[in-house]
């Protein structure tokens, strides 16, 4: 038997770009094992698996904990949610948290949301592929996910991030536009020398003809 993983939606978020696969997973047991989680995966869930034990499988070898920035310097990446029970709703709130001061709910700071829609209200599962986007995510930060419906919370997950932070991106800005003023300098320095050296020439021939009329 073959264990299907169902439907696409998409979506644009402020420092956030979604691609949801929303769908009630077969494999009853991957829910038992997982539940109450958000898995952060490194490469995105086959459509089929084979067996049951696949899927719990792929999911333990392709979890982690740590992403990496790609070219465009934002981070992108694969999550399944698991939940207890079936969700009852057909929308799914997911938060992000920075949790550099603690996890508790009086320690960690909002950074930002997004809701997730399925057409299944009653799935227990929920995959997605999320794009960070700066500045509302930075690289070498702690983060929680929490997804929650009606302010409950119904599954949680932790990732790190790295890759080049915002303080250096800036400070290279900085440096790049000292370095171009500087050089706008020096040329407006070498035109205002090259005008002084064509003055006085112009300066010596004029004596020179001078001299020459007496």
């Known amino acids: 038997m073959k264990f299907k993983i169902g439907g696409m939606t998409a979506a644009i978020f402020a420092g956030i770009f979604l691609v949801a ?3 009630q997973v ?10 109450g989680k ?21 999911l333990r070898k392709n979890s982690t904990k740590v992403v990496y920035e790609n070219e465009e310097r934002t981070w992108e990446f694969e999550t399944m949610a698991f939940f207890r029970r079936p969700l009852g709703d057909y929308e799914v709130e997911m938060v992000f948290y920075d949790i550099a001061d603690g996890r508790d709910k009086n320690s960690r700071r909002f950074v930002n949301s997004f809701v ?5 209200r009653n ?25 929650q419906s009606k302010g409950k919370e119904l599954a949680q997950g932790e990732f790190a991030t790295r890759g080049t932070s915002q303080a250096q991106i800036d400070a290279q800005k900085r440096m790049e536009a000292v370095q171009k003023k500087m050089e706008a300098d020096m040329k407006e320095l070498q035109r205002k020398a090259k005008e002084q050296e064509e003055a006085e020439k112009r300066r010596k021939r004029g004596k020179e003809t001078s001299e020459d009329l007496f």
């Open 21 to 23: 696969v929303v769908g």
């Open 26 to 35: 077969a494999a009853k047991n991957v829910e038992s094992v997982f539940q």
């Open 38 to 58: 958000i898995l952060v995966l490194n490469k995105r869930p086959p459509s089929y698996f084979s067996t049951k034990s696949g899927f719990v499988k792929f």
């Open 116 to 120: 997730q829609y399925t057409q299944d």
């Open 123 to 147: 799935t227990r599962s929920l995959a997605g592929k999320t794009r960070l986007i700066r500045p509302d995510f930075d690289a070498h930060k702690k983060y929680l996910i929490i997804a």
